[in-house]
């Protein structure tokens, strides 16, 4: 699986957007990007993933660009409650399902 | 989406017991699930993968004999710590996969803190 690259740490402001980039030259045709989310001492939390065209969800959008080098999770309207780590991870459609965790980024949402 | 549970949220154990660890796929049926161990301010690491039916498969440097996953039926993955010591205190997190037309997903239980005194 291809290896990303997120900032250790950002912060946004209450009601802005929220931006949070993830490299992943490496990344080979077959392979998704996947976000997930972990908020202090529970569980990761699936938020969006994409193959190469942008997705939209309830909690998220996901932006890939074209090279499909890297991409961008959005969260349109961040709350304090979006406060977590945030990971970035490449997998491929039939590599037994493995997903492996980086460290992410840890956002802090302030008001 | 999906549901995965574990029981029990939390548990302290002296040093030498076995610790078992459920996790449950709630809403639907699982033929995989994942357990992953997570230290303080570390992000997660895998342990091994769990196929209902067969055996575990354990990633690198992970002992198998310390570490028993039962995998009996298509909703119920068990994670058994044997012998436990303080320095298998830690996080522990399964998940389980669900495919999809657009690739597979996987849905994480809300962990077990484990306290080896």
């Known amino acids: 699986d291809a290896k990303t690259t997120q900032p250790p740490s950002m912060d946004c402001a209450e009601g802005r957007a929220a931006n949070l980039p993830c490299n992943h030259s490496t990344i080979s045709g077959n392979e998704y990007v996947y976000w997930y989310r972990q908020i202090h001492s529970q569980g990761p939390q699936y938020i969006i993933h994409?193959?190469?065209n942008n997705e939209t969800n309830e909690m998220a959008s996901l932006i890939i660009t074209e090279d499909r080098k890297s991409s961008t999770l959005i969260l349109p309207h961040a709350t304090l409650r979006d406060t977590a780590v945030y990971y970035c991870?490449?997998?491929?459609?039939?590599?037994?399902?493995?997903?492996?965790f980086g460290q992410g980024t840890e956002l802090s949402v302030k008001p | 989406g999906a549901v995965v549970s574990q029981h029990p949220s939390r548990v302290i154990c002296k040093s030498g017991t076995s610790v078992k660890i459920e996790c449950r796929s709630l809403?639907?049926?699982?033929?995989?699930m994942f357990w992953y161990r997570q230290f303080p301010k570390q992000s997660l690491m895998l342990m091994a993968t769990s196929n209902e039916g067969s055996k575990a498969t354990y990633e690198q440097g992970v002992e198998k004999d310390k570490f028993l996953i039962n995998h009996a039926s298509l909703t119920l993955s068990t994670l058994t710590v044997t012998s436990a010591h303080p320095e298998d205190s830690s996080f522990y997190i399964c998940?389980?996969?669900?495919?999809?037309?657009?690739?597979?997903?996987?849905?994480f239980g809300p962990g077990t803190r484990l306290l080896v005194l």
């Open positions: 994409g193959l190469k």
């Open positions: 991870i490449v997998r491929g459609y039939n590599q037994g399902g493995k997903l492996i």
């Open positions: 809403d639907f049926q699982a033929t995989t």
């Open positions: 998940s389980a996969r669900v495919p999809g037309e657009r690739g597979e997903t996987q849905y």
